[in-house]
């Protein structure tokens, strides 16, 4: 096992149609959360696209057969790293419309009304996900857009067979469905059971708008017109909102440590800065005879994910409203002092810890996808409506959902939204500001060549599921699918509880933690890692056993 103290600074189909370069051989390789997309955006990679194409294939088909999280009306993050090595982050998170106010989810009295935030018109912000597709493919894309959209087009029209978990999860939801949308009933059903065929055929019209129209297909004309008209009477997304929004292409966090370089998302996503933080912190303890989800393990990690937490609930945001101290965040020494309050054998009250001090001369329904191209490309992205089926709002006449993702703003200071995570000023709601978000799409180097594509869904449980897993390669060696598949715990510092994943909630685990001062919490499944790790001239693929992942190989 590497000791970290020298660290400073779905489904898949693997297709074999490596091409043989001088010293590296690559593969077409796709790992995502539904195995209708991942036979789309292997199909793109062997008709020659490359890992954007695919990835924008795939996400036009997640928003078909993955309803739940996959989406046009939604947004997210994506870090590509192209086979020069060079690296790009592309933000296309949703943005506060202009009409949005600080205390837009506060009653008469001040107080928070949660719903408002995370459930019907209020909770919707302005979607990012097509801006997103057209300004990836503009930039790094090689096939046309037609034949990239007319997968999931298809995927639409004729339908597809729902698995066993997403007839729970629509049987789950209809009441929702039913009581926010008045005028359609898209996924309404008396009864959903696995096999049932899903087709949805005004989906299939409006991404057939949308390719004919490019960009404006969606944010300008009769899908934004329907957009304004569905939300309008307790919405406040405006036609300017639609037609003005723009993503970014963002400056990523790489962080060197050992023979490693991680490549992540930076703010609004807090998933790049946490990460290096985490094992900044991680690298002032020797780790050389410490087991696996071991009590002292388990203690030491819960101990650094307090503290990162900590400062993300302070520190971060939207770079473009607020000044993100990034260097300082990002400071050895800073994290080391961090590190260094830390006791081995007695857990610090969460209530103790609060963000550090500067030294002066920041259900979880997403999806996350991993692709990798015979070019030597890939691609990680997160994306997201925010919870199961976002708002519960479809777009009238046009079949597809939109967002709550209003709900990761803070709406009140020192108020938890809906995966219990503490905010400040910093994340505070503003006009057009883009909300603080938990996605960590991850890419690492190892020795400057490309190692690892991974990301998850699951809220504030992203940033520690990603860490882990990392971990679970780097230190404990452990094959990629066995690295995803390792059970899980997780600390945010607010509520001063480890949550641990149900294998992991034993007597022998949770006695001696609760010894030393720690609240165990047992919960269901946490994340659902999709992966792919290069290992010299070799490859192999990690999905998630806990959600409906496969594996297969083709040669």
């Known amino acids: ?37 991942t036979q789309i955006g292997i199909q793109v990679l062997e008709n020659g696209g490359n890992a954007i194409d695919a990835s924008i294939a795939v996400q036009l088909a997640l928003s078909v057969c993955l309803p739940s999280a996959g989406n046009i009306g939604g947004g997210g993050f994506m870090i590509c790293r192209m086979n020069s090595g060079k690296a790009y982050a592309l933000d296309f998170r949703e943005k506060a419309p202009k009409k949005a106010t600080r205390n837009m989810y506060l009653d008469q009295d001040g107080n928070i009304v949660d719903s408002l935030s995370t459930y019907g018109h209020l909770s919707i912000g302005v979607p990012g996900t097509i801006d997103g597709i057209f300004e990836a493919h503009k930039k790094l894309g090689s096939m046309s857009m037609d034949s990239l959209f007319n997968y999931a087009i298809t995927l639409a029209q004729r339908g597809f067979p729902i698995t066993q978990k997403q007839a729970k999860e629509l049987n789950y939801y209809q009441k929702d469905f039913k009581k926010f949308n008045p005028n359609n009933n898209y996924l309404q059903s008396n009864k959903w059971i696995e096999g049932d065929t899903l087709k949805q055929v005004d989906l299939a019209n409006t991404l057939r708008i949308i390719k004919d129209g490019g960009r404006k297909g969606f944010y300008e004309g009769e899908i934004a017109t329907s957009i304004i008209e569905t939300t309008k009477e307790n919405g406040v997304i405006s036609i300017s909102d639609l037609k003005n929004y723009k993503s970014i292409w963002r400056e990523p966090i790489i962080f060197p440590f050992d023979d490693y370089t991680l490549i992540s998302m930076p703010p609004p996503s807090s998933g ?22 071991s009590i002292e393990y388990i203690h030491l990690l819960s101990e650094i994910e307090k503290r990162v937490f900590a400062d993300r609930s302070i520190h971060l945001g939207d770079m473009d409203y607020y000044s993100v101290p990034i260097n300082d965040l990002l400071n050895f020494d800073y994290n080391q002092d961090r590190a260094k309050k830390i006791k081995l054998k007695k857990a610090t009250p969460s209530n103790k810890i609060s963000n550090g001090e500067f030294k002066k001369l920041e259900s979880e329904e997403t999806t996350h996808f991993s692709i990798t191209d015979k070019y030597g490309n890939a691609v990680s992205v997160t994306t997201t409506l925010n ?7 479809f777009v009238n006449k046009y079949g597809f959902l939109l967002n709550n993702e209003m709900d990761d703003f803070s709406s009140k200071p020192g108020h938890p939204n809906v995966y219990g995570l503490l905010g400040s000023d910093a994340n505070a709601i503003e006009p057009e500001k883009r909300m603080l978000s938990s996605m960590t799409p991850t890419i690492l180097e190892k020795n400057n060549n490309l190692f690892l594509v991974l990301g998850t869904p699951g809220g504030s449980t992203i940033i520690t599921s990603v860490f882990q897993t990392i971990l679970n390669v780097i230190l404990f060696k452990m094959p990629i699918q066995d690295a995803v598949d390792a059970p899980r715990f997780h600390h945010q510092w607010m509520p001063d509880n480890i949550y641990v994943e149900k294998v992991l909630y034993t007597d022998s685990l949770v006695n001696p933690l609760n010894a030393i001062g720690h609240n165990i919490k047992e919960r269901s499944s946490i994340g659902h890692v999709n992966a792919i790790l290069y ?15 496969l594996g297969k190989i083709l040669q």
């Open 1 to 37: 096992m590497t000791n970290l103290n020298s660290f400073f600074c779905c489904f898949l189909i693997i297709l074999f149609l490596g091409c043989n370069s001088n010293k590296k051989r690559y593969f077409d390789a796709v790992v995502t959360g539904h195995p209708q997309a």
């Open 535 to 549: 290992n010299q001239n070799s490859i192999s693929t990690g999905a998630d056993h806990r959600g409906d992942n």
């Open 272 to 293: 790049g800065i946490a990460l290096a933080q985490l094992l900044m912190m991680l690298s002032n303890f020797d780790l050389n005879n410490v087991e696996h989800n």
């Open 387 to 393: 919870t199961n089926y976002g708002s519960k709002v």
